[in-house]
């Protein structure tokens, strides 16, 4: 456990209820962050989505993804917590970290 | 009142239990209070081990007080913490 | 101990369940909630922490008793699940009329005149509508019963509603009109344009009533009504006779608030006076705030164009308001 | 034409800030209940919370969320899931809804003080939502458990707790009443939307989700993730009010803040969560252990976050990772051999194959914990029961108002921490709660622990009987008996028969 403590001490990534709107997260959040490697993580009830340092969810993708339109406040429904820091706007959400461990 | 509350920190167990002591008790006496809510509840009893008392210190190398010394004697007071543990025969 | 057989399954909450009709979910998850009115000292740490004092103080000394504030119901019996159902209907209807009056560039179509009068007489409204949310969160602190913390915390919440519009039109206005000083200029007026401040010393006393009930009458018997008749009804008539339909249908919607807050308010009146004493405690304050209400509406009401009037219907709306409650003068 | 965006307009309801003329400014926000820490106005008026959100998207997005979790509530009562439900489960509701859903009201006064004294109009804003928010969870976890009324009478601990002298209430009112009630706006803002909020919160409403959907009590799973997404929001009014403090030269006292507060809650959450995890959920529904959770969320996720602010790793990390493996490992004992004293019924549930997990989750249980049980198992095999119920009582932490335990067996580790101020010994369960007592012992030392009440007279004479009538047991409902009515030990009688 110690091992990934240290590991992954600079995810950041939201957290969702298990659902529609976290499966086209999962799939959003990869298609707008092609360079980052995404770790997933089923807990059955929830789902973790991690990655190194910054990543986006952005409405129009997620929308396409979600095969309707979503707006921004709406995700919140299914944010049931994160992992960094929280930028939210009209048209996308920032997880990130402003200092590397 | 003559009982008045101690705290037992009994070898072994997982709590700390307050249990009534009395100034006139002798060690083994009150080993004996404290083990009645210890041994055979939480604690496996050691046949052929003697109880000592001591009082409790952060190394838990505190000297015990002789089995026959009483309470008073022993200067213990409310809600004071003792270490009630258990040695060998010879040791006693 | 009692006898186990005692405790057989219940249909409410043991609290509940001598009274002889079934509770409804407003009484369910409502009723009986403060830890804090439990015991004398209110919180769980030493008596002499500040927190305790003030407490002790402020709410379980006050002047207004009650054996029985648990016993106080929200004659609109509103818990969050409706409230939001509500107001979500509401401002779907909000969105609609800006939606509308946008298309047709009602902004546009505003003259300078009363563009000037908005930016002075309207848009700094945040401020005072700000200053009601604080005193109805200080009500949601202070006051003795759960029951009546929910009608405290639902207004507060209304009054960031509005808040929120005005700086919804704030914006659009300035786009309309960037010279009039929209966005900035608010902060100026209210501390320093005559209209102001009345309004301005009514809040700021208002927020140093301390006692609960004091406050609470402060703000629900004399600042609130003074808005609700100076800032939100005749501000709204004389949107009407400038051609601003859209203000006019905001403060319009603004008043379906205003009148819950009132419901309950008359309710709250009318249980305290249950008690006896309870009449000259209200009847002591009112004389005491009542003066500063009224001050507050003139100096406003006097800044409103054409509106001779406007002073007079307003203390006579907040007046005949309080002479419903028995608490006239 | 589009209406405007959230972001056109956003600043200006949040520039509320005026300077009062006709009272002084700390008359208007007093410096016990807005800001102790002198910071200038001008600096808090930076506050900017990164989790942003307007009255209007509120009352849709949350009208959407309880449309989803009263839905999820209907179509389970429909079902027949309670029916035979198994009572480790049932103690974990109990458990759950006695120590939450009263808790969560008293939160909403907490953040009503935050919109009233917050020296910020951001933060006085968000703070309105989040007032709200805590209305929406005190009245779920009220409207769910009064369901359950009419199968069993514990549940009345939903609404009822709070309002006893229940020992178990007394350390969540004592914690609460120090960290949420009696703070002012900034610290509380770091104490409670900070420090508990990103931190243990996850742990009891998004961690424990996992283990319900496994049970199939899709109700609790969707009602306490909802909750936790309010919370993800209106958590974020703690981040910026630290770095404003950092910046203004306050690192220490905020520092202090977020170190209290979280061991506070930490000695709560481990009873709250952690005992459900490892001991109530039946076997085959667990997911994770409790340990597991915690370096998930804690360890790894709240620790980084804390760093991220400026701050450092609490000064008690160490004892903090010792204590995961065994404080709720203590308590499940305690609490299990002291059950009469609480409203729900907790499963011993330590038979020969949980041990096997317990060991493998925890190296070591079974030479510590496991001698504290065999002692049990060998009173159950061997008709002993009496024994199984002591007759005296632990002492207790005066901080944290648990029972003082540690490690028994071979890594015997139980012992009292005490300190003496003014005449008076205290006694605290470890190093930080007695750590706590030390920051300031005016606010604490004329605090008495219910030991403390049974020998000062308040309860008196403190006779069994009066002790649990005290405690609301016998008052409320009846007491707990094992949930499983000890068929947990059925796995060693066939043990011994082979």
Redesign the interface.
Same mark, same amino acid.
């Given at each position: 456990m110690p091992d990934m403590d240290q590991k992954r001490r600079n995810s950041v990534g939201p957290v969702l209820r298990a659902g529609e709107v976290a499966d086209a997260v999962v799939e959003a959040i990869q298609e707008d962050n092609p360079d980052k490697d995404f770790v997933i993580e089923n807990r059955i009830a929830y789902v973790r989505v991690e990655t190194e340092g910054e990543c986006f969810i952005r409405q129009e993708t997620l929308s396409e993804m979600l095969g309707r339109p979503i707006t921004m406040p709406e995700v919140e429904i299914n944010l049931t917590s994160f992992a960094g820091r929280i930028e939210t706007t009209d048209t996308y959400m920032r997880f990130y970290l402003e200092k590397e461990l | 009142m003559s009982t008045f509350?101690i705290?037992s920190?009994f070898?072994?167990?997982? +709590? !700390?239990?307050?249990?009534e002591a009395e100034a006139a008790q002798t060690m083994d006496m009150l080993a004996e209070a404290c083990a009645?809510?210890s041994i055979?509840? +939480? !604690?496996?009893d050691q046949p052929g081990k003697i109880l000592r008392v001591r009082p409790?210190t952060d190394a838990d190398d505190a000297e015990p007080w002789p089995r026959d010394m009483t309470v008073a004697e022993a200067g213990i007071k409310?809600?004071d913490?003792i270490d009630i543990y258990f040695t060998d025969q010879s040791k006693a | 101990m009692t006898d186990s057989s005692d405790f057989k399954p219940l249909k409410t909450w043991s609290h509940l369940a001598g009274q002889r009709r079934r509770p409804s979910e407003y009484e369910i998850v409502s009723t009986n909630l403060l830890w804090s009115t439990d015991k004398e000292v209110p919180w769980e740490l030493a008596p002499g922490v500040h927190m305790n004092q003030w407490y002790l103080k402020y709410r379980d000394a006050s002047p207004l008793k009650h054996s029985d504030w648990n016993a106080f119901r929200d004659p609109d019996e509103m818990v969050y699940r409706t409230y939001n159902i509500m107001q979500d209907g509401q401002e779907t209807y909000v969105d609609g009329l800006l939606d509308e009056y946008n298309a047709n560039d009602h902004d546009g179509g505003l003259n300078a005149a009363w563009i000037q009068q908005l930016a002075e007489l309207y848009t700094p409204g945040r401020y005072l509508l700000h200053a009601a949310q604080m005193g109805s969160a200080y009500l949601v602190q202070m006051a003795p019963a759960s029951t009546i913390v929910n009608c405290a915390m639902l207004q507060s919440a209304d009054q960031l509603r509005w808040v929120s519009r005005i700086a919804y039109r704030t914006k659009e206005l300035s786009l309309a009109a960037p010279e009039a000083g929209f966005v900035d200029g608010e902060r100026g007026h209210w501390q320093g344009h005559a209209a102001w401040q009345g309004f301005r010393e009514l809040m700021e006393r208002t927020l140093v009533a301390y006692d609960w009930a004091e406050h609470f009458t402060a703000l629900n018997l004399v600042a609130k009504p003074a808005i609700d008749e100076a800032f939100v009804r005749q501000l709204g008539s004389v949107a009407r006779r400038e051609g601003d339909g859209l203000l006019q249908q905001l403060m319009d919607a603004h008043q379906t608030d205003n009148a819950r807050s009132r419901r309950w308010t008359k309710s709250l009146i009318g249980f305290a006076l249950e008690i006896d004493g309870n009449k000259d405690v209200l009847g002591e304050w009112v004389t005491k705030w009542a003066p500063l209400g009224d001050a507050a509406i003139d100096a406003y009401c006097a800044a409103l164009p054409n509106a001779d009037s406007a002073a007079s219907e307003a203390k006579g709306e907040v007046e005949a308001f309080r002479a419903d409650l028995g608490l006239g003068r | 034409m589009p209406l405007l965006e959230r972001s056109d307009w956003y600043d200006i309801a949040r520039d509320t800030n005026w300077t009062p003329d006709f009272v002084p400014r700390e008359e208007l926000f007093p410096s016990e209940l807005s800001d102790p820490y002198d910071i200038p106005q001008a600096e808090w008026e930076t506050f900017d919370e990164p989790y942003k959100v307007s009255y209007r998207e509120y009352v849709k997005v949350q009208r959407e969320k309880d449309s989803s979790a009263y839905s999820v509530k209907a179509a389970l009562s429909r079902s027949k899931f309670h029916d035979g439900l198994d009572e480790g489960w049932a103690s974990v509701l109990k458990l759950h809804y006695g120590a939450v859903a009263l808790t969560e009201y008293q939160a909403s006064q907490f953040q009503a003080r935050m919109v009233r004294f917050g020296p910020s109009p951001s933060m006085r804003n968000m703070a309105t939502y989040g007032m709200l928010d805590e209305l929406r969870h005190a009245q779920l976890q009220l409207y769910f458990p009064h369901e359950l009324l009419p199968r069993d009478r514990h549940y009345d601990w939903a609404h009822e707790a709070a309002h006893t002298n229940n020992w178990a209430i007394l350390g969540g009112r004592h914690a609460m009443d120090d960290v949420m009630m009696c703070r002012d706006a900034i610290t509380g803002a770091i104490m409670v939307s900070f420090a508990f909020e990103t931190g243990l919160t996850n742990l009891q409403m998004v961690g424990l989700s996992t283990d319900a959907t496994n049970m199939g009590d899709f109700t609790f799973a969707n009602m306490i993730t909802s909750i936790q997404s309010d919370e993800a929001r209106h958590a974020q009014l703690g981040s910026p009010a630290i770095e404003i403090m950092i910046k203004n030269g306050r690192k220490a006292e905020a520092q202090q803040a977020v170190d209290v507060a979280f061991w506070r809650m930490w000695r709560l959450f481990a009873i709250t969560v952690g005992i459900p995890m490892d001991y109530y959920i039946p076997l085959e529904q667990r997911h994770l252990s409790f340990k597991e959770f915690m370096h998930e969320w804690i360890i790894r996720q709240y620790d980084r976050q804390v760093r991220e602010l400026g701050l450092e790793t609490p000064w008690y990390w160490d004892l903090l990772k010792d204590d995961i493996e065994n404080h709720h490992h203590c308590q499940q004992g305690g609490i299990w051999s002291w059950r009469p004293t609480v409203w729900w019924n907790p499963p011993g549930a330590v038979g020969p194959r949980e041990r096997e997990w317990l060991e493998e989750k925890y190296p070591g249980w079974n030479d510590s914990f496991g001698t504290y049980w065999d002692v049990i198992t060998d009173n159950l095999l061997n008709d002993r029961e009496e024994k199984t119920h002591p007759e005296c009582i632990p002492i207790i932490c005066n901080m944290c108002q648990i029972p003082i335990s540690n490690r028994p067996g071979k890594l015997w580790k139980a012992r009292v921490y005490q300190h003496e101020h003014e005449g008076r010994r205290y006694n605290f369960c470890t190093e930080p709660c007695r750590w706590i007592f030390t920051t300031d012992p005016e606010r604490y030392k004329k605090h008495e622990s219910i030991v403390d009440r049974m020998y000062s007279g308040e309860i008196n004479p403190p006779t069994l009987d009066n002790v649990l009538t005290y405690m609301g047991i016998g008052v409320v409902s009846e007491g707990g008996h094992d949930g499983h009515d000890y068929r947990w030990i059925d796995g060693f009688r066939a043990q011994a028969a082979e």
């Open positions: - | 509350p705290l920190r070898q072994y167990d997982c +709590h !700390v239990k307050v249990v009645y809510h055979g509840l +939480h !604690v496996a409790t409310y809600f913490s | - | -």
